[in-house]
């Protein structure tokens, strides 16, 4: 693991532990930028700010830049009242990909954050296995069950368990290493 990617871990832990995080507002790209830059605020210069470049990665090709600002706005606005309407706007952020570097992770974050707040649960990343995660996102563009399933059979009440969401941080910051 590099230098960066131990300060960012770090900083996790900190944003967790400290409470931090409840002081965000949840749902929106505000509350996203605020999580990428307060753990990356050390690693990269441009935490925090929207991508400026686009992006693919391995035969994908996130959002052009050309629709990303009106795309996030379109996010926003998604409804957010149960578990499957939080999914697809999960998904739909994570499609978007706001940030040059590790959008993936941060809108892993996101997705606890709204699943809290709306559900009272979180996803306990440490039983999701990696390769059925990136195999499911990559179908989720036509079909959202395969990650529905997924995401649910990891669903947590223990939404207080620092120990469980911070070994969950570690565990979904590999789910983005190639």
């Known amino acids: 693991m590099q230098d960066s990617d131990k300060k960012s871990l770090e900083n996790a832990k900190l944003l967790f532990s400290t409470g931090a995080i409840r002081q965000f507002e949840v749902g929106n790209f505000k ?3 605020q999580v990428h830059l307060f753990l990356f605020k050390d690693v990269y210069p441009d935490a925090g700010r929207l991508r400026q470049t ?3 990665e391995r035969s994908f090709r996130y959002l052009s830049i050309v629709y990303l600002e009106a795309a996030l706005s379109k996010i926003e606005k998604l409804p957010q009242s149960n578990f499957q309407e939080i999914l697809s706007k999960y998904i739909e952020m994570n ?3 706001p940030f040059r570097k590790k959008s993936c992770w941060v809108t892993r974050i996101w ?3 709204l699943l809290q707040q709306q559900l009272g649960k979180v996803i306990d990343w440490t039983k999701v296995h990696k390769t059925s995660y990136l195999q499911a996102m990559d179908r989720s563009l036509i079909n959202q069950l395969e990650l529905n399933v997924l995401l649910q059979d990891a669903l947590s009440d223990d939404i207080d368990n620092l120990a469980m969401i ?3 941080l570690e565990s979904s910051y ?3 290493e190639t």
């Open 31 to 33: 509350s996203l930028k």
């Open 54 to 56: 686009n992006l693919s």
């Open 166 to 168: 911070l070994n969950g």
């Open 95 to 97: 499609l978007a990909h």
């Open 174 to 176: 590999s789910f983005d």
């Open 111 to 113: 997705l606890n954050m």
